[in-house]
C-alpha cells in the first residue's frame, strides 16, 4: 500500500485509538531499520525501556540488533521542561552524533498535551516539524484519535504536518461479534499511493497486512 | 480471550457504564487470587465494607478465603485529602507489608474525578502509574464511561496507561426488546490476544464469558 | 424483572424522560408499602400534595391506607436553606421517629440541580447516599434524563450511587407511528435479574409490566 | 387522544419547532372556550394584535365570539421588566377581575429567555408556575425546540413543570419527498391518555387531529 | 406550493447553506417585483454591485426593468456602525421614498453576526422586524444555516420572527452519486401552504420549481 | 463540471479533509496556468518550496515552465505579522508588479488561525476577499475541513465569501473495503454548473475526474 514503503526523509503520523497497534507499528519500523543496519532513535513518553523491551522479546524478534544503533529516550510526560527541551533541543543534535535515519516519537500526543494553550501548541509543532525537516531521517509520530473524531488526533494538528497518514482503527461487525484491525493509507505526499483499508492482525512477531506491498 | 488471564505486574483498565459488571469483574478477579492463595488489596470508593462482603456472599463463594489474605480499605471519595494520600503514599507500603500481589482500585474514576483540573489529573494519573509498575502486583482499575464515548472511560486516560483494557458493554437489540452483555480485551500489550466480543453474564456466582480461554 | 421486588435497605433510581410514569413509579412503590403495613415518606419537590392526591384518587386506589402511615413533605425547589436542611438533616430524624420503611424523593434531579457547581453537588449526594445507608429503609430517587444521554441521569450520579436502577423510556418505531413505554432494570447490586427491556403500560391503577415478576 | 380535552386547572405546554403550528393550536383552544362561552386571556410575545386577527379571520372563525371574552396582551419581548411584571405581577389579578378560565402564553420561551442566567430562570419559571396553580384557570404554554434535542423545550424547563406536554413535530420522509405534521400527548398527569403519534392538518379553519378523541 | 406567491406585507425567511440558491432566490423575487412595475430595494451585504448584476445578466434577464426602481445598497459587513444605521435608520426613510414594495436583505445572518453577544443580537433583530412589520412592504431575508442544525439559521432567531420560512438544501443520495436541490415551505402563517419537499434547479434564468404553483 | 474551468477574476475555495488532494488541485491549477503562458503566485504556509517542487518533479509535469512565471512564497505560519503583511500589504503590489493571474493561498485555513478571536478574523477575511475583488486575478484559496462538519470549512468562513466551491472528500463503503475520493463543486456564482459528486484520483501526473469538461 505504501508502495515501498515510507518515503526517506518524509514525516509518516501513525493515528488509532488505544489498542490498536500503534506502539507495535512504531517498533516494527525501528526494528526493520535496524536489521538493516541504520540507527534508530526511539523517544517514548509511555512505555519504559524494560517494557519496551518486554514487548519486543515477546514478539521474538532478534534482540542482538539492537543494543548497537537502538537509542531510547524515555521521557516523563509530566515534566514539561525537560521533555520539551529534550525533543526541542537536544534531539538535533542527537540525530547528528548518532547519525539515525529511523527517529520514532511514541505517542507524539503525550507532547501535545504538554502545552495548555492551543496556539502555543500550534507554534511548538510547527516548528519542531520544521526543525525535523532539516534533519536527514524519517519521522514516525503516534498519536490518539480525538474523542469526537475517530478519524482525527487528539490535537488535529499532525494528520495536516505529516507527509503520510497511516489510520489504524476497529471495525466492528454490527451485532458486536466479531473486530477486526484495519490499516488505511490517507495521505501520502509525493507519492502514489494506493487508496484501500485494509485488514491487519497483529502477530506474534509483527503486523501483518494483508496487500502485496511491504509496510516497512 | 486473555488467553491464560492477565499477565503477572500488568496494569488492567475494566471499562463500562452502570449496570455492567465492573465490581464484579473486580471482585472475582480477587477471589481467583484467594482462591490461589495470593494477598488482594481492593481499595473502594464506592462501596461500604458490610455491602461488598454482602454482594460476595450472595454470589456464594467461600467465605473463609477472605479474612486471611484480603485487606480492604474504604476510601470517602468526597475526602480529597485523605483519599490521596491514601492511594498515592500508603498503598507501596500497604502492598510491600502484605506481600499482596493483587491490587484493586474500583473505581478509579472516582479518584480522577477528585483533581480539579485535567492537567494535575494527567499528572497525578501518570504518577500514580509509574510507582505502581515498580510494585510486584497485578493492577485492575475499574472506569465509568465517558457520557459521549461509550468506548472510553470518565476521563479518557486509564485506556492509554493501562497495558490491557477490558470493555463491558451492552448490547441493545435494535427494536429495544433484549438486552445482553458483552465482553472485548480491545488491548493487550505484550500479549497475543484474540479480539472478539464475547456475551457473557452475570451468574449467581461468576461471571461466565462464554469463551474457552479463563477470564482469571 | 426485580425478582420480587426491591431489596431492603436498597437505593433504588428510577430514570426517564418526561412523561415515561415516574411519579406513577413512586406512588405505586409507596402504595404498595401502605396496603402492606409498612410506613411511607414522600418528599415531592414537583407536586403539590393536594394534586399527587388527585393523582392518587384518580388511580382509584384505596385512599383509607394513606393518611395513616404516608407523610408527604411538599418542599420548594427553589429555596436552597429549606430544601438542602430538609433532606440532609431532618429527613434521617424523620425516618425513625416515623418508623417509615420506604423513602421517595421526587425528583431527585431538582435536589441535585440546587447545586451550581458539580464537585459540591458530588460530594452532597454522595454524604446523602452515606447517611441513607445508616437507615432501616428502601429509597427511591427518581431523576429526568440528561438532554444529551437519554440512558443517563441529569447529572451523570445516581445511577452510579444506587443499587438499583430502573430506566423508563419511549421507543417510537421508526415511521413514528406508534409509542411504546419500555421498562429496564439496567443494574441491581446483590441481586441476580434478568436484563431484558419490557413494555409496560401506565393504566387506571397500576404500572402494569408484561412480566411474570412482580415490580412492588 | 387527550380524552375529552385539557383538564380543567391543568397546565399544558405545547412543544414544537417553528411552522409546526403552535399558535394555531393555541388559538384554536382560545376559540374553543369562546365558543362555549368562556373568557380568556391570551398573552402574545410574538404576534401583533392585528396579525393574530387576521390568522383567525384567515381561518374563517365566527369573529363575533372575539371581543366580549377575548384579553389580549401583546408583550415586547425586548421590555425585560414590563414583560416580567406583566405576567408575574399583573396577570393574576386580571384572570381574577376577568374570570377568564383559559389562559395562553405564547410563546413561554421567549419569556424564558429574558433571564440571563439558568438558575434565575428556573426559580422564576417554578414560581410562575406556583402561583397560576392557584387560579381557577387552565394554563397554554408554547414553546419552542431546544436545537440539539428536538423532543425538548428551548430551555428544557417546561415539559417537566406542566401537567400535559404536546409535542408537534414534522416527519420527514427518508427520501425528503414528504413532510407530514404529527402531534404527541407525551405526558398526561392525572389522566389515562392513549400514546399514539397522530398525523395532523392544519386545514383552513382547524386542526384536524386523525383521531376519535376530540382535542379542545 | 406558496399557493400564489408570499403574502404581502409578510416577513419571509430564506435559510440555506452555501450554494443552495439564496441569492438566486432574492434576485428572482426581486425580478418579479420589477417586470411588475414594483420597486425594489435590495440590500446586499456579500455581494458587490457589479457582481450582483453579472449575475443577473448572466440569467439573461432583461436588464432595462432594472435602473428604474431597483435600489441596491451594498453594505461593509465589517463596518458595524455604518451597516447598523444603514438598517435600522435609513431603511425605513428609503422605503417611504421609494415607495419600494419588496425589500431584501442578503444575508441578514451577516448583519446579525455583527453583534456580539446573543441578548443584544436578539434584542436588535425583534426591533428591526418590529420597525419593518410597519413598512407596507414584503420583506425577503436570507440567511445561511446553523452549522450544526441543517434546518435551522445560523442564529436561530429569524425562522421564529418571520412569517414564511422557505429552506434551501442539498439532498445527496446514499451512494453520494447524486446531488439535488430542494426547496420546502417549513412555515406559512396565515395562509394554506401545501407541506411538500419540491425539487428545484437553478436554470440559467429562474429557479424552477417542479410544482403547479409559482414561486414568485 | 466547472463548465470550462473557473471563471476569470472569480475566487475558488478547495475544502477537504487530509489526504484529500487539496495541494495537488492547487498544484495543476497553478500548472495549467503556467502551460498557458500565464504568471502564477502560490503562497504556501505548509509546504517548503524545495517539497513543493519535488512533488510537481514526482509529477513528471516539464519543470521548464516553472521559473520563468512561477512566483513561490513560503510564509511561516508562526509568524503572525510578517505572514498577515505578506498576505494583506504585499500581495497587491506583487499582483501588480508580476502581471499574475493566477494566485493560490495553500491553505487559507493556517492564515485563518493567525487570528485568535472570530470577530477579528471575520473582519480581516472580508478586506482580503475585498481587495482581492480588486485584483485582475483567479484566486483559489485551500481549507481542511472542520473536525464537526465534513462539509464546512475550517472557520465556516470561505465557502460564504467564495464564487466556487469545490469540495474534496472520502467516500468509505459501509463495509470500510474501499476509499474513493470525490470531488462536488457545491457553489459556483455567476455560472451554471452541474451538480454531481464524481469521483477523481490524483494519478502520477494530474487529478483525472471522470467528467467531460475540464476541470482547469
Chains 1, 2, 3, 4, 5, 6 share one sequence.
Not at 16 to 22: A, E, I, P, S, V
Not at 47 to 61: N, P, S, V
Not at 76 to 88: G, M, Q, R, W
Request: glycine share 6%; hydrophobic share 40%; with cysteine.
Amino acid at each position: 500500500m505504501l508502495s515501498g514503503g515510507l518515503l526517506e526523509r518524509s514525516i509518516c503520523a501513525v493515528v488509532g485509538t488505544y489498542g490498536t497497534g500503534k506502539t507495535t507499528f512504531a517498533l516494527q519500523f525501528a526494528y526493520e531499520g535496524l536489521r538493516r543496519g541504520e540507527k534508530v532513535i526511539y523517544i517514548s513518553l509511555e512505555e519504559r525501556e524494560e517494557l519496551l523491551r518486554a514487548t519486543i522479546a515477546q514478539k521474538g524478534w532478534n534482540m542482538e540488533v539492537f543494543g548497537e544503533g537502538f537509542y531510547l529516550l524515555k521521557l516523563d510526560p509530566t515534566d514539561f521542561n525537560l521533555a520539551i527541551s529534550s525533543i526541542k533541543s537536544e534531539l538535533p543534535a542527537l540525530i547528528e552524533n548518532t547519525g539515525a535515519s529511523r527517529v520514532i516519537i511514541d505517542p507524539i500526543s503525550l507532547f501535545e498535551g504538554l502545552f495548555e494553550d492551543e496556539s502555543t501548541r500550534r507554534q511548538e509543532m510547527f516548528r519542531l516539524i520544521e526543525v525535523m525537516r532539516d534533519e536527514a531521517c524519517t519521522l514516525v509520530l503516534t498519536s490518539e484519535t480525538d474523542a469526537t473524531n475517530p478519524e482525527g488526533s487528539r490535537y488535529g494538528l499532525v494528520e495536516y504536518l505529516a507527509d503520510t497518514v497511516v489510520l489504524l482503527r476497529y471495525i466492528r461487525s454490527a451485532g458486536l461479534t466479531e473486530v477486526h484491525l484495519a490499516l488505511e493509507v490517507v495521505k501520502m505526499r509525493r507519492s502514489a499511493h494506493s487508496r484501500e483499508i485494509k485488514p491487519f492482525e497483529i502477530l506474534q512477531d509483527q503486523i501483518m497486512v494483508y496487500s502485496e506491498a511491504s509496510l516497512f
